[in-house]
Structure formats: structure tokens, C-alpha cells
């Protein structure tokens, strides 16, 4: 008696498609279900002005001394340092990962040109720092980021 094999190149073709379709579909319904977050509401005119944020960032690189900043994990603080001829300026705290935490603050510098802020109730990971600021009627870019833990 000749007995025919079970599993042939037939059914491991068919096995294969078979796969490849769940495989697919999972995927597809996987991406369909994941959060988006633009990078910035108005992405397309941040890409026009880019030029000007190249300028920036050179102007700041060509500067003797420029904003520095520090996190202290042990006392969830931001301590900022600014130059002494700085005007003004706004820092923003981004967060890569979900744009509804991002954090704006004015600079609002003390006696000794810092400025510290209390990000205790954060939530922890990955923030980018920007900080844009004016001096002497021009205008400067500085970033940088730090891990919350």
C-alpha cells in the first residue's frame, strides 16, 4: 500500500500565503490604532522659516557666552543661566513623545541673570529644552534636553 504524505509543497505554499494575509491585516490594524502627534501645529511654516532659525543658532555659537542650563534630579529643578545683556525670551519644554505636554515659560531671570524652574510633577522621560532669546536687538537660539527621572 502506497500512502500518500500528508503535507506536501501544496499545503506549505498555502500555509505561507496564509500567513503572509494574517501578518498583513495584523499590521494594518496595528498602525490604524496609533496616536499621531505632528511635531508642531504649523509645521509647514516652521519648515519656511528654518533659514532664520539657522541664523539664530549660528549667532548664538558665535557668542563668548550663551544660555546654560542644568537639571537637578534631586530637586527636579531647571536652573538657568542667562548672559547679562540678555532683553528677553521664551523657553519651550517638548516633548517628543506626546505634543498635549509641552511647556512654555517666559524668561524671567533674577538679581544674578538665573532663573529656576520646578519641574517636579513632570512627567518623567525625554523633554527637549528650546530656548529662544533676544540681546542687543538680536535675536538667538539655544537647545539642548535632558532625561526626567
Same mark, same amino acid.
Given at each position: 500500500m502506497n500512502k500518500k504524505p500528508l503535507f506536501? &509543497? @501544496? &499545503? @506549505? *505554499?498555502? *500555509? #505561507?500565503? @496564509? +500567513? #503572509? +494575509?494574517?501578518?498583513a491585516i495584523g499590521s494594518a490594524i496595528f498602525t490604524s490604532t496609533l496616536d499621531y502627534f505632528l511635531v508642531s501645529e504649523d509645521y509647514y511654516q516652521e519648515g519656511i522659516d528654518y533659514q532664520d532659525q539657522i541664523d539664530k543658532i549660528q549667532r548664538t555659537s558665535d557668542l563668548a557666552e550663551s544660555v546654560k542650563w542644568k537639571y537637578d534630579p534631586n530637586s527636579h529643578v531647571v536652573q538657568f543661566k542667562y548672559p547679562e545683556n540678555l532683553s528677553s525670551g521664551k523657553i519651550i519644554f517638548y516633548r517628543p513623545s506626546n505634543s498635549n505636554l509641552d511647556r512654555y515659560a517666559k524668561i524671567d531671570r533674577d538679581e544674578n541673570n538665573q532663573q529656576a524652574i520646578n519641574i517636579r510633577n513632570w512627567q518623567k522621560g525625554f523633554w527637549k529644552i528650546k530656548v529662544d532669546w533676544q540681546m542687543n536687538n538680536k535675536t538667538y537660539f539655544n537647545e539642548g534636553s535632558i532625561d526626567i527621572k
Amino acid at each position: 500500500m502506497n500512502k500518500k504524505p500528508l503535507f506536501n &509543497w @501544496g &499545503w @506549505g *505554499i498555502a *500555509i #505561507f500565503y @496564509g +500567513l #503572509f +494575509l494574517v501578518i498583513a491585516i495584523g499590521s494594518a490594524i496595528f498602525t490604524s490604532t496609533l496616536d499621531y502627534f505632528l511635531v508642531s501645529e504649523d509645521y509647514y511654516q516652521e519648515g519656511i522659516d528654518y533659514q532664520d532659525q539657522i541664523d539664530k543658532i549660528q549667532r548664538t555659537s558665535d557668542l563668548a557666552e550663551s544660555v546654560k542650563w542644568k537639571y537637578d534630579p534631586n530637586s527636579h529643578v531647571v536652573q538657568f543661566k542667562y548672559p547679562e545683556n540678555l532683553s528677553s525670551g521664551k523657553i519651550i519644554f517638548y516633548r517628543p513623545s506626546n505634543s498635549n505636554l509641552d511647556r512654555y515659560a517666559k524668561i524671567d531671570r533674577d538679581e544674578n541673570n538665573q532663573q529656576a524652574i520646578n519641574i517636579r510633577n513632570w512627567q518623567k522621560g525625554f523633554w527637549k529644552i528650546k530656548v529662544d532669546w533676544q540681546m542687543n536687538n538680536k535675536t538667538y537660539f539655544n537647545e539642548g534636553s535632558i532625561d526626567i527621572k
